[in-house]
């Protein structure tokens, strides 16, 4: 019901998991964007691989080619998450994003992420500021968080001090 009638969605882990193994959910999900409505997908490497019915070491072997044939054929905005993570929508350039670390590997910073792009989509875009520049701003902002927690911080960085340093942004 979400692919159908949500005007933005934010799809991440078993969401992403499902539609890889549902053609009837890849087709609802390539309707969206004829229809004007904004989909960004948040995979890791894993999960690329799913959708794209390949490895990860071959999506790890050409993350631009990956992110790019999942934007096109899905008519998604992609994040492919890792080490310059990769951020891509249909028809424009990718994107690797310059901040973050390997402090961002820790169970849940990824769900903290798809819920900042999710409250960059609920705000709102306009037209000076399309959906793929608020992904942007969000793929930044978390990765700069976790550049400033390695710096200040001896202590593991876990989704809960990612969220309570959002807050504190």
């Not at 999960?47 to 790019?68: H, I, K, P």
């Not at 402090?103 to 399309?130: F, H, S």
Request: net charge positive; with cysteine; charged share 20%.
């Amino acid at each position: 019901v979400l692919l159908s009638s949500a005007r933005s969605l934010v799809l991440d882990a078993d969401a992403l998991n499902r539609i890889a193994e549902d053609p009837q959910l890849q087709a609802l999900l390539r309707q969206r964007r004829p229809r004007g409505m904004c989909t960004v997908i948040t995979p890791h490497p894993l999960e690329a691989a799913r959708l794209l019915g390949s490895s990860t070491s071959e999506v790890m072997g050409d993350r631009l080619g990956a992110t790019r044939t999942l934007c096109e054929s899905l008519g998604v905005v992609c994040v492919l998450k890792g080490s310059g993570t990769v951020v891509q929508a249909p028809g424009e350039p990718p994107h690797i994003n310059s901040s973050g670390n390997p402090a961002l590997a820790t169970a849940g910073t990824g769900d903290v992420l798809a819920g900042w792009i999710g409250a960059a989509l609920a705000a709102g875009t306009r037209q000076d500021r399309p959906a793929v520049s608020s992904v942007l701003n969000a793929v930044f902002g978390h990765g700069q968080l976790a550049d400033r927690w390695v710096q200040e911080h001896a202590e593991t960085l876990t989704a809960h001090r990612l969220v309570m340093n959002i807050r504190a942004r």
